[in-house]
């Protein structure tokens, strides 16, 4: 015949597997619910160019530009039409450059993140050509006074 103990392990053995399914259960939702118990950060936004200011200059390139928007991060480069831009200082929300030379015609400006994450807003900065020269004086008549 069982004994006390043996029948109260049979009893006690399935509320026990139920309460660790439960707890089991309870913690698939927990690691559910915190973004799938995983340890990696969550993704970085990409960055986003919304403004450059001013929008246009010399085709010479050396214009002081500050370059607006959200998402920068710390050793992001700059590139105009292509070329290379010089980074100063950068925040998160904020660039300033320097343009290099280019071509006249507008050009975008693109902005990528060490992260290999870049935008570019299309058409934000204006390369002018020179002026023409001004009148060229070939000749004076009187010689004489």
């Known amino acids: 015949?069982?004994?006390?103990?043996?029948?109260?392990?049979?009893?006690?053995?399935?509320?026990?597997?139920?309460?660790?399914?439960?707890?089991?259960?309870?913690?698939?939702?927990?690691?559910?619910?915190?973004?799938?118990?995983?340890?990696?950060?969550?993704?970085?936004?990409?960055?986003?160019?919304?403004?450059?200011?001013?929008a246009q200059g010399p085709?010479?390139?050396?214009t002081a530009l500050t370059i607006t928007g959200?998402?920068?991060?710390?050793?992001?480069?700059?590139?105009?039409g292509g070329s290379a831009a010089t980074v100063g200082s950068a925040s998160a929300t904020s660039i300033s450059a320097t343009a290099p030379a280019h071509a006249a015609g507008a050009v975008g400006v693109t902005v990528t993140n060490p992260d290999g994450q870049a935008a570019t807003l299309a058409g934000a900065f204006t390369y002018q050509?020179?002026?023409p020269p001004g009148p060229t004086?070939?000749?004076l008549t009187p010689t004489h006074g």
């Open 70 to 80: 959200s998402g920068f991060q710390a050793g992001a480069t700059v590139t105009m």
């Open 1 to 54: 015949m069982p004994t006390a103990a043996a029948i109260a392990d049979r009893v006690d053995r399935p509320a026990q597997r139920r309460g660790a399914a439960l707890a089991l259960l309870a913690l698939a939702a927990l690691q559910v619910a915190c973004g799938g118990g995983s340890s990696a950060p969550p993704p970085v936004p990409p960055p986003v160019v919304t403004g450059v200011t001013p």
């Open 129 to 131: 050509a020179p002026p």
């Open 59 to 62: 085709e010479a390139g050396g």
């Open 137 to 139: 004086l070939t000749g």
